[in-house]
């Protein structure tokens, strides 16, 4: 059934997967990390901050997909979060940089809220009927 799919859901099953696993393997500690070294108080503002980020991102996304087209916002905003989660990366290779590493998180949660409305219109765009259910069951 995977290989019936078209390639660009493929495509975008198969980011989404890589995105979810250095997520999650990543944002969980992230408020043990801000805790540890800015407090919990301003580590819990800042966590409620980057879902606003990500909602007001999202909210924009549909415009921008609009605006630039899917394809267009969808490479972009791909390319952008890469360049966060790297940007992350460095920032505590040498030592915990916590504001350097809350920026880098605020631009992939950015990122991640730019490209939901596109690719979800793009998974409805190039899916059939037929192949829906099994194609969001596989992505979810």
Known sequence: MWSSLH???R??????FLARLVGGAVFPFLAIYFTAHLGAGLAGL???LLVGVQFLAGLYGGGLADTWGR???LLVGEAVKLGGF???LTAN???PHPWATFAAVTLVNTASGLINPSAEAMLVDVSTSESRTFMYAVNY
Do not use: E, F, K, Y
Not at 11 to 16: L, Q, V, W
């Open 71 to 73: 394809r267009r916002t």
């Open 11 to 16: 495509t975008r099953i198969t980011t989404s």
């Open 46 to 48: 800042l966590l409620a």
């Open 7 to 9: 390639p660009n859901i």
């Open 86 to 88: 790297m940007a992350m």
């Open 93 to 95: 290779v040498s030592g």
